[in-house]
């Protein structure tokens, strides 16, 4: 019997554009309590779904409104997927999927005061412009589109690139991805992955690789 799965919450990466289909990540948090007598807890998993770009049109929503919307997949985990595609711990196969309305928040707005709201839309106004400010520096002539999940941004010399990465070519593939989005965008597709007390890079070579062959001044990084 081929095992299922379901998976229910936001994307929480951009959609990757493979042609005839498309690849998202979407994260599920773990119980935060673990049964009695069970010393562990289960933590959060990130899937990387697959699914056909008929598929995706059916549900009549815009790639940038994608991520702000919540969603339940049911599919099933595939092995196949190619490593520089599948960047979560887990691949699913997109059987079935359907836009879900988030009940708890809209339960959480009633109960804050207009003040209290009014405060926390200003500060996160104010650090999505800092973050756009930040990055004026790469590009001045486009405007750069913060990627998902963004913590800092960062010169590419202060990232310290460990040798094992400096002997790997990422695939053509791969590069052509990044390439795009800083065409489109003005930036990498995702933030670089570091160490933020060494600034060393823990993952996402290729777009490193690419954003140094580009010439970015700035890269967003995630820690």
């Known amino acids: ?28 948090k773990g119980s935060p309590n673990a049964p009695k ?20 049109n ?3 929503i815009n790639q940038g409104e994608f991520s702000q919307r919540r969603f339940v997949v049911q599919g099933e985990p595939c092995l196949d997927i190619p ?10 196969i997109c059987m ?14 009633p109960k804050q005061t207009p003040k209290k709201g009014a405060r926390a839309k200003k500060q996160e106004e104010t650090k999505e412009t800092k973050l756009q400010e930040e990055s004026k520096p790469q590009q001045e002539k ?34 052509k991805v990044v390439e795009e989005s800083i065409e489109k965008n003005g930036t990498v597709d995702k933030p670089i992955i570091i160490n933020p007390e060494t600034h060393e890079l823990v993952d996402s070579y290729s777009r490193y690789f690419v954003a140094k062959k580009k010439n970015l001044d700035r890269v967003p990084v995630h820690y």
Request: proline share 5%.
């Open 142 to 175: 486009k405007q750069i589109l913060v990627p998902k999940g963004t913590k800092d941004w960062m010169s590419l010399g202060e990232i310290k690139v460990p040798e094992t990465f400096l002997q790997f070519t990422p695939g053509m593939a791969k590069q």
């Open 1 to 28: 019997m081929t095992h299922k799965i379901t998976v229910t919450g936001y994307p929480t990466s951009s959609i990757q554009d493979y042609g005839k289909y498309l690849a998202f990540d979407m994260e599920e």
């Open 37 to 56: 007598g069970i010393p562990f807890k289960s933590n959060a998993i990130t899937y990387t779904v697959v699914i056909s770009l008929k598929q995706f």
């Open 96 to 109: 079935q999927i359907q836009e879900i309305e988030d009940k708890g928040k809209e339960k959480k707005e």
């Open 58 to 60: 059916k549900l009549n």
């Open 83 to 92: 490593f520089e595609q599948c960047t979560g711990e887990i691949g699913v």
